[in-house]
């Protein structure tokens, strides 16, 4: 579904990371986790292009190029197999519920309106809001808010859903409405990159925990292995920290 080659990006003078792989199969879920500033927000931004990454190649699906001759109608093409969820829902707060998650439809998707605007019903329906269409993102929580942001992600139909720490800006009674909906959406198949410290929904839900370090992956493996028997010193030190706080 997803596969990754040599991957690099840097800013100025700063290398963020110059060689990742990573490969997903349709419908697997892999937890990203690493300390701060190890390049994992880059990464999922690099991957559909919110960051222009500089050298390596990207295939989703069909879609397949080298990043140092990519065209913009590949740039275009790739937006539309992904969807991004960001830590702060990034909602215009000029527009309804609903008009937030037909949007993307309408302008990156291409849909026409009367469409957009049923898909839009549909998902409001899903994430468990119909009764909120009409409600704009400052009348609603941040529980519901980010609830939108997924369902704007989920409108889409894209072969992969990208979240950067979709809960860690919320109020912690909003959080697990959140990770409820999410986990919804992996009980559907969807295949998802997430970037959390959510370890006890990375153990209930992720096929596949990275660890990343300085800008590389330094160890990955199912949560059960991973939690439990981590191999290198940089992956246990950080997870002993994590894990103390956020026990699972
Ligand atoms: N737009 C930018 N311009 C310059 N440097 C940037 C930019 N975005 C990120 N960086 C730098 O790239 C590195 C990786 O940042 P990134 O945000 O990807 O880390 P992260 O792992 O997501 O951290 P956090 O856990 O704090 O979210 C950091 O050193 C950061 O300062
Ligand atoms: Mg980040």
Same mark, same amino acid.
């Given at each position: ?110 849909? !026409? ?23 704009? !993102? ?83 493996? !199912? ?23 956020? !026990?699972?």
């Amino acid at each position: 579904m997803i596969d990754i080659r040599g991957l690099r990006k840097r800013f100025g003078e700063h290398t963020v990371f110059s060689g990742i792989d990573l490969t997903l199969a349709r419908g697997e879920i892999i937890v990203v986790v690493g300390p701060s500033g190890t390049g994992k927000s880059t990464l999922l931004r690099c991957i559909n292009f919110l960051e222009q990454p500089d050298g390596g190649q990207i295939r989703v699906g069909d879609l397949s190029f080298d990043i140092s001759r990519v065209t913009r109608e590949q740039i275009l093409a790739l937006r539309r197999r992904t969807a991004f969820v960001f830590q702060n829902y990034a909602l215009f707060y000029n527009k309804t519920a609903l008009e937030n998650i037909a949007e993307g439809l309408i302008v990156v998707d291409r849909q !026409p309106k009367a469409r957009a605007y049923a898909r839009a019903r549909e998902i409001l329906e899903r994430i468990g809001l119909a009764d909120k269409a009409d409600a704009y !993102p400052a009348s609603l929580s941040g529980g519901q808010q980010q609830r939108i942001g997924i369902g704007r992600a989920m409108a889409r139909n894209a072969d992969v859903i990208l979240f950067d720490e979709p809960t860690s800006s919320l109020d912690p009674q909003w959080v697990e409405e959140v990770l409820g909906l999410m986990k919804q959406l992996a009980a559907d198949n969807q295949t998802m990159i997430v970037v959390t410290h959510e370890m006890q929904f990375a153990r209930d839900v992720a096929d596949r925990v990275i660890y990343m370090d300085g800008g590389e992956i330094v160890e990955q493996g !199912p949560p059960s292995e991973l939690f439990t028997r981590p191999q290198d010193a940089r992956t246990q030190h950080f997870l002993r920290q994590v894990l103390a706080a956020n !026990p699972v």
